[in-house]
């Protein structure tokens, strides 16, 4: 009930018309920095990353809130407490904000070096594996979230 709940949030009209329209911008700004990093001459407009060598537009999808969502949901559902939550929480979506970032460069020089494949990449590579490592980095936080804390040392015998 909680995924629907957050799905539905992050469908509503004014989520897609407000809040991500400026998510996907930032996305492309930073994918853009990156790039120019690595040596590339490239710029954003919009949510456009753009070079002389290639193009890619961030759009509904290649934003990584599906997986998000769906590791927010899961995480909230383990019944642990509030501050390993939290940490989950943290961790987590600053790790699949940064799968995402890696995504969208590793496009890019798909694009640039291999295009035929980039479609192939993109769809039937990096959307599988971006669900498989967000579930899998979920099954690492719950492990931790759910281990009791190791017993401390012992405490004086008494005769």
């Keep these: 009930m909680l995924l629907v709940a957050l799905l539905a949030v992050?469908?509503?009209?004014?989520?897609?018309e407000r809040v991500l329209p400026g998510y996907m911008e930032g996305t492309a700004t930073v994918t853009a920095a990156v790039l120019r990093a690595l040596g590339e001459d490239a710029g954003a407009r919009g949510t456009t990353v753009a070079s002389d060598r290639m193009s890619i537009a961030i759009m509904r999808g290649c934003d990584a809130v599906e997986p998000s969502v769906l590791y927010v949901a899961a995480v909230l559902a383990l019944?642990?407490?509030l501050?390993?939550?939290?940490?989950?929480?943290?961790?987590?979506?600053?790790?699949?904000?940064?799968?995402?970032?890696?995504?969208?460069?590793?496009?890019?020089?798909?694009g640039v070096h291999w295009p035929g494949a980039f479609e192939t990449v993109h769809v039937d590579v990096w959307q599988p594996l971006f669900i498989l490592l967000t579930f899998g980095g979920w099954i690492l936080w719950a492990a931790w979230a759910t281990r009791r804390a190791a017993p401390g040392p012992p405490g004086p015998r008494h005769g």
């Design 10 to 16: 992050t469908s509503a009209r004014w989520t897609a």
């Design 83 to 110: 501050r390993r939550r939290w940490i989950g929480l943290g961790v987590g979506l600053v790790a699949l904000v940064l799968l995402n970032q890696g995504r969208i460069v590793s496009l890019y020089y798909i």
């Design 79 to 81: 019944p642990v407490a």
